[in-house]
């Protein structure tokens, strides 16, 4: 039932299925005499939320970069659908369906809610390099980015610029930017950091919500939402894998408990 | 009718009527720079690049549209035309060794090329070396309006420059504007998001460099020469003040630094040293205390005072 893709013989790859979307074979990123990823296998299920958790320095979200293509693999190889991605562009793999959200709020802070969503509703229409048309061309477009606003939340914010949002809207924004992808997979990079409690909850009803149909890849410190959110839990430490399974598994897993969640787990 | 129209219309019925008050060619030099600091927010304003080395593109086309001009007895129309295709072809060029760069390397590349660029020209037999290019010829427009009295080439300018102007808001009001703007605020997530932002800079260098010719190569046609000042470095760092004196990113900004600061210079020019002074002055009280230019400050201004 388990097809070893060709080429990976070299060492014991994960066993890929036909219904993984993302895979990755040895994956390694080394910055100077430091690995910071070390020849890491993942495969991400079809339809799955899958996270990347470990303690600080373990190596998440270079192995996020490296996944998005933000970052060039030392060695290893990245599978998307079937293609190997491991030496595309990151605007490249994004046309393919493979879109990533950052850390740091990634929106358009001078451009209004809509616009934002617009940019990417643009990018997949592929009409941008037309200086000389006015911007009612792109007007059509408004109906399915006001769509998108409205299914996160913003739709009476459409005219308000990005940088005016409060935190909590702005992490909404990008997702509704990223959903005008339409993506297979969608990478979330802490999508709750720096958020008050207040935000955390519609963020993470959103991204259920917005799951449905897609897979999601999400780097996440805050394990609460990791346990309600994840079917699929990898834990990385010192740059390499060192377990993986729901949370229930990987939350009893002697070697995790002492890596990582003994002292983070109260907050 | 939209507020920008207004305003645009008002303008134009100034600019109509002004010469008949001030004399021409102050107002033909303002209108030119209106133009070059046009181009020059497209990049900076509109794409985020700070390019450093800007009158290589306004010179150069002085240069070429001069020469064709004396040597082949091209109508002015056509040598603007000229000056400005010659220098979207050299933005091409700077575009394609800087463009991938940003920040301060793309501000340090652009440098060095527009010195390597004065150079070439310095050396060039046809630019007439330290003594310029003289006694360019204005033939008749389309090759029937006589334009030899200033107040009559006043109107062509100002048909050239309010063309370059609505080219320049097509540009940044366009789809291909709106990505821009998106680059400029965030380019690594315009990559993330399937496009690929260099190229987009590399066009937007093109057409800013082309509207920047079209500046010089106007410029030349009004004073009849084309001399080293025009793709000096003070000029690079002229354009600079008069957008963000203006207003970085606002339609109006550039046009109002671009006056205050030709009008600035006229007034002071007999005395001296004082004009240079002056404007250093003045761009350190709008570093202080007009972060946003004089229009981006008014703007600013409505905004707060609409919304309270």
Redesign the interface.
């Known amino acids: 039932m388990t097809t070893l893709h060709e080429g990976s013989s070299m060492h014991a790859g994960p066993t890929t299925t036909g219904d993984s979307v993302l895979v990755a074979r040895g994956l390694s990123k080394r910055f100077g005499g430091f690995m910071a990823v070390n020849n890491v296998d993942l495969s991400i299920r079809r339809g799955s939320i899958h996270a990347l958790i470990g303690p600080n320095g373990a190596g998440k979200t270079t192995c996020f970069n490296l996944l998005?293509k933000?970052l060039s693999p030392t060695s290893g190889t990245i599978d998307f659908d079937g293609h190997d991605i491991t030496q595309m562009?990151?605007?490249?793999v994004?046309?393919m369906g493979l879109?990533?959200?950052?850390q740091i709020s990634?929106?358009?802070?001078?451009?209004t809610a809509l616009?934002?969503v617009?940019?990417?509703l643009?990018?997949?229409y592929g009409?941008?390099?037309?200086?000389?048309?006015?911007?009612k061309?792109?007007e059509p477009l408004n109906e399915r980015a006001m769509h998108l606003l409205e299914r996160v939340g913003l739709a009476n914010m459409a005219k308000v610029e990005a940088a005016d949002l409060s935190y909590g809207k702005k992490r909404a924004l990008e997702i509704a930017?990223t959903l005008?992808?339409e993506p297979k997979v969608m990478l979330l990079d802490e999508p709750t950091a720096g958020m008050g409690h207040e935000d955390i909850e519609p963020i993470t009803e959103l991204i259920r919500e917005t799951a449905k149909g897609r897979t999601v890849v999400i780097v996440e410190h805050n394990l609460s939402i990791v346990a309600t959110l994840c079917d699929r839990i990898t834990v990385l430490q010192h740059g390499e894998v060192l377990t993986e399974g729901t949370y229930a598994e990987v939350s009893s897993d002697e070697r995790v408990i002492s890596a990582y969640m003994g002292g983070v787990d109260e907050d | 009718m939209s507020k920008t129209s207004v305003i645009a219309i008002a303008l134009l019925a100034v600019a109509l009527v002004a010469p008949l008050f001030v004399y021409p060619v102050t107002l033909m030099t303002i209108l030119c720079f209106i133009v070059f600091a046009c181009s020059f927010n497209l990049l900076l304003g509109y794409t985020g690049l700070l390019c450093f080395g800007h009158a290589m593109f306004f010179g150069s086309a002085a240069y070429v549209a001069g020469w064709l001009m004396k040597t082949y007895g091209l109508t002015p129309e056509m040598g603007i035309l000229a000056g400005g295709l010659f220098s979207a072809a050299l933005g091409l060029l700077v575009g394609i060794i800087a463009v991938r760069k940003s920040g301060i390397t793309f501000a340090m590349i652009t440098f060095a090329i527009a010195q390597f660029v004065y150079f070439i020209l310095l050396r060039s037999p046809f630019t007439g070396g330290e003594d310029g290019l003289q006694k360019i010829p204005r033939e008749p427009v389309l090759g029937l309006i006589d334009v030899t009295r200033n107040f009559n080439y006043y109107y062509v300018v100002l048909a050239i420059t309010v063309l370059a102007v609505f080219f320049f808001y097509r540009i940044v009001h366009s789809p291909f504007g709106e990505i821009l703007k998106a680059i400029r605020d965030n380019d690594a997530r315009v990559e993330s998001l399937g496009m690929k932002p260099e190229r987009y800079k590399l066009m937007a260098l093109v057409l800013s460099a082309g509207l920047a010719g079209v500046a010089g190569a106007m410029k030349a046609s009004v004073f009849q020469f084309a001399t080293l000042t025009d793709v000096s470095f003070p000029i690079s760092t002229e354009v600079i003040i008069m957008t963000l004196l203006g207003g970085l990113g606002t339609l109006f900004g550039p046009m109002v630094g671009a006056g205050f600061i030709i009008y600035l210079n006229e007034y002071l020019a007999s005395f001296g040293e004082w004009a240079l002074i002056s404007q250093g002055i003045i761009l350190l009280l709008v570093i202080l205390f007009l972060r946003r230019g004089i229009v981006g400050e008014f703007n600013a201004w409505m905004k707060r005072r609409q919304a309270s």
């Not at chain 1, 562009?89 to 490249?92: C, Y």
Request: hydrophobic letters at 40%; zero cysteines.
């Open positions: 998005t933000t562009r990151a605007a490249d994004a046309r879109v990533r959200s950052f990634a929106t358009f802070p001078h451009m616009e934002n617009r940019v990417a643009q990018s997949s009409s941008t390099y037309r200086f000389w048309n006015s911007l061309r792109v930017t005008a992808m």
